[in-house]
């Protein structure tokens, strides 16, 4: 979660998988569900599995990420 506690490690917080991710989207703009999900176990390790899905529901809520049904995608929205 996002509130700090004595065993976060701060490698495979949430802020900073978000941040990860918004450099990658930043590169290529949209990508399928399961690139990002391998660039997160590629670059955090196992461990990062259970983060992933709150780094991306941060970002959909804070309206940076919009989820493509069709081709099971995201794409970075344009920041204003």
């Known amino acids: 979660m996002i509130t700090p506690h004595k065993y976060l490690d701060l490698n495979t917080s949430v802020i900073n998988i978000s941040a990860y991710l918004l450099k990658e989207f930043k590169l290529h703009k949209i990508l399928k569900y399961d690139e990002v999900y391998n660039f997160i176990i ?3 390790g196992e461990h990062a599995k259970e983060i992933f899905p709150y780094s991306i529901n941060f970002l959909f809520l804070l309206g ?3 989820y493509h049904s069709t081709i099971d995608a995201f794409e970075l929205n344009e920041i204003k």
């Open 42 to 44: 590629k670059n955090f």
């Open 64 to 66: 940076l990420l919009e």
